[in-house]
């Protein structure tokens, strides 16, 4: 038996177990499970898909255990990366049947390319990407490990975004040139709606048009 799981049942696992489970179609049903992995889940059932913790999915007997880590955090998508891959879990690339793919584009392990995405040609993509609904990277861009893009995030060419980046929804990045990219630090948060218009210092929150440090009260 093939089991496959969505780690996470909250809303982005509930809109990833679909997509898995289209590409998993082609599959007989009697030599493949999908189910929904969880460990602080209240219910079993969700969406028709059973629910269970790790440690109990991990003691069902298989032949192939693979796994979308389905959780907006970075640091706990990369707790949860490193726990599998101790125990030997693969990590599914999930990919809406609509992404759109041009030319050398390099995609590391464990991606979730959600409906309407566009990746255009001469692109590098770290580890555990999440591209969210309707987000688009151009050309010549770079990007980390562990990297999520909230939906709706244009992201234009010759940008470099650094590992645990997180890009809010509808953000808008304005494009760097060829040598002189417009860099995105490490762990920096980019607010929804904000368009970006400089490079942005790693861990650094900016918010607004164009885009400021949050300065809290
Ligand atoms: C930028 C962000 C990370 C800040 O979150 P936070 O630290 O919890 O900040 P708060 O909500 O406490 O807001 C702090 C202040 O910034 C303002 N603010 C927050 N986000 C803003 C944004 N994106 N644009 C403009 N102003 C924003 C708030 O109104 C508040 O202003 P005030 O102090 O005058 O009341 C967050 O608001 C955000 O944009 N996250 C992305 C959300 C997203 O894309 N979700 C997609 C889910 S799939």
Known sequence: ??????????????????????????????????????????????????????????????SRRSISLAIADSQVRKMLADRCRKDGVEFFEVRAGNTVQLDDVSIGEGAILCPFVTLTSNIRIGKHFHANLYSYVEHDCVIGDFVTFAPGVRCNGNIVIEDHAYIGAGAVIKQGSSGMPLVIGRGAVIGMGAVVTQSVPAGATVIGNPARALVRA
Request: proline fraction near 8%.
């Open 1 to 62: 038996m093939m089991r496959y799981a969505v780690f996470g049942v909250g809303g982005c696992g509930r809109g990833v177990m679909p997509l898995m489970r289209q590409q998993l179609s082609h599959i007989p049903p009697d030599s493949c499970e999908l189910i929904f992995v969880d460990d602080n889940a209240k219910v079993t059932l969700c969406n028709g898909s059973r629910v269970m913790p790790y440690h109990d999915w991990l003691r069902l007997p298989a």
